[in-house]
């Protein structure tokens, strides 16, 4: 296959997709134990299971890219918001089960216990150091100090008050972990306060974060024990501010999170960002190509992973709108064609509708999984349950629909993901997406479990311990509707339906 179609044979290029395919089983001599799924996300990072979660606004907010970051994959944030509310969520994820939290928020001693109770709540934290205007630690104050005073009084009662003062547990700035572990038991404390040679606050450390880190233990991590968290960039307007507060408040990858990604401005864009000397160190993933060309584009940007999808996405009309789009197998392929020989990992970007698609993503090419309609019916998802015929469903809309593109009262940051930025007037959009909902599915946790198993169990049938194996020995074999049907239940009225496949 090849992205060149000859002048000669204009339609010679056949474009493949997911149900086109299957996989050929292969010889195993594996245990459940042996089958590892780490596969790379970008040139520096890899990750436990190949997942990530959407970057749209009924799929990742903070709630998703914590749990998400907790099973072992990465939450995308997505950006139909603000440059400071999208920031806001970097760093509710990078404040939560943190190994060191290196820079706490603090309390001044005078400060009232409603203004306390403010920054709890805003940074949904329950304690806090309290410091002098020297950044000295002289006490601890939480949430349970609140308690013993009528909230009546929280206006007038200062937190000099009700704090615990010193003298104080603390240890020293870069205490190991198993130091502070002893520490924490030794003195059944919450909280331990870090404190340089002058008593000046360095850190933080909750044993909830230690205990969290013991029961999520794939969870995907920086160098210092955060959370790792994703966020959406564009490249029009004031994309470049966006891109450095999301650095300044810790993000660990950028995504570019357009349509069509194949454009200079966005090309120029990655180009600066992994070469100015304030931005070169986070990940940069290019994104959305389809072709061997454009994915060539971002590896010569020097992109850290590139993203492949034009119109698969189970919420996206842009293919039948626009008549553009390659069948997304073939899309992941050709991508593969430019990045394999560059080191430069691969995501497959949506389309994707049961498990077994995810190792045929990764034998095409791909080394991640981008899901957004599998994940949006999770609990963490942003938006209400809604209740239909007394079934569960959550809203879920392509971030090109009219509803996510409109202003509808609030200004919309998502319209030049689709090229639109300047179109003034609602009724002047021309959308390249749905709005619809999908089945309440519970907590992530059980939704990646049924996804993961079934990509383990793709690993053992094809005899690949590892995704490095998979995607070197996993072999294709075309097939035909009427192939497609019989792997499908069929001649059967399903009355009970099962947690990974629903036949609609
Ligand atoms: P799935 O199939 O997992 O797809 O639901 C999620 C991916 O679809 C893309 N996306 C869109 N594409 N119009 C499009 O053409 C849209 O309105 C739209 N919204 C999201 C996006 O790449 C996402 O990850």
Known sequence: MTDQTSPADPFGFLGLTYDDVLLLPGYSDLAPSDIDTTSRLTREISLKIPLLSAAMDTVTESAMAIAMARQGGLGVLH???????????????????????????????????????????????????VVDADNKLIGMVTNRDLRFTPVAEWATTKVNEVMTPQPLITG???????????LLRKHKLERLPLVDGEGRITGLITVKDFVKSEQFPDSSKDSQGR???????????????RATALIDAGVDVLVADTAHGNVRMLIDMVKRLKTDPATRDVQVIGGNVATRQGAQAFVDAGADAVKVGVGPGSICTTRVVTGVGVPQITAVYEASLACKPAGVPVIADGGLKYSGEIGKALVAGADTVMLGSLFAGCEETPGDLVLVNGKQFKTYRGMGSMGAMSSRGKKSYSKDRYFQAEV??????????????????G?????????????????????ARTVPE????????????????????????????????SGS
């Open 424 to 441: 003034t007037s609602d009724d002047k959009i021309v959308p390249e997406g749905i709005e619809g909902q999908v089945a309440y599915k």
């Open 227 to 241: 959370l790792m968290v994703g966020a959406a960039i564009g490249y029009f307007g004031d994309a470049w501010q």
């Open 172 to 182: 020293p700035a870069g205490i190991s972990r198993d130091d502070a572990t002893l």
């Open 443 to 463: 907590p992530l946790a059980t939704v990646a479990h049924q996804l993961i198993g079934g990509l383990h169990q793709t690993m053992f049938y094809t005899g």
């Open 470 to 501: 998979l995607q070197a020995n996993g072999r294709f074999v075309r097939i035909t509707s009427a192939s497609l049907k019989e792997s499908h239940p069929h001649d059967v009225q399903m009355t009970v339906e099962a947690p990974n496949y």
């Open 79 to 129: 950006r139909n918001l603000s440059i400071e509310d999208q920031a806001y969520q970097v760093d509710l994820v990078k404040r939560t089960q943190t190994g060191i939290i290196t820079n706490p928020v603090t309390i001044g001693p005078d400060a009232t216990l409603e203004e306390l109770d403010t920054l709890a709540g805003q940074f949904r934290i329950s304690g806090f150091p």
